[in-house]
């Protein structure tokens, strides 16, 4: 079975307390009621940047344009118990886009401190490649969900060479 090919970009700005990024609380389908970045799978024919650029509007309404987007590197999701929700994951990261998030049918967006990233409420894996990523470093990361599919079996990085 292979990976879904999916996508997250995840919006970035400055604040008088420090780097805050934009994430949104999932309200529909895989992982609601979780803090989630914004994103989704790629459509027949789309590149990666092309599905990053267009879940950002479906989901917050904003406009970001391919040439802002910031390869970040890859997350490869891997759900032994079932494998039918494995997810081959780019991540992007920007600092430019036109509109103001707002909320969809899918996601309530809010800013949160990089520094205090609500890992508490986001899936397990986050926080062991998030903050690596949001700081610069370009990793590819294989994560192993345990059997109850929400805690981390294992977390192997390297880094990231790109391409996307």
Known sequence: MTAAQVTLCFLLRDAADGEHVLLGTKKTGFGRGKVVGVGG???EGETAEQAACREVMEE????????DLVPAGTVDFVFPARPEWN??????????????????VEIAPAWFPVARLPVERMWADAEHWLP?????????????????????????TEAWVGPV
């Open 41 to 43: 799978h790629l459509e």
């Open 132 to 156: 690596a990523m949001i700081s610069g470093q370009r990793i590819a990361v294989r994560v192993a969900l345990a059997a109850d599919n929400e805690n981390v079996a294992e977390v192997r």
């Open 87 to 104: 997810m081959a994951t780019t991540v992007f990261l920007t600092r430019a886009w036109d509109g103001e998030p707002t909320e969809s």
């Open 60 to 67: 917050i309404n904003v406009v970001v344009a391919p040439e």
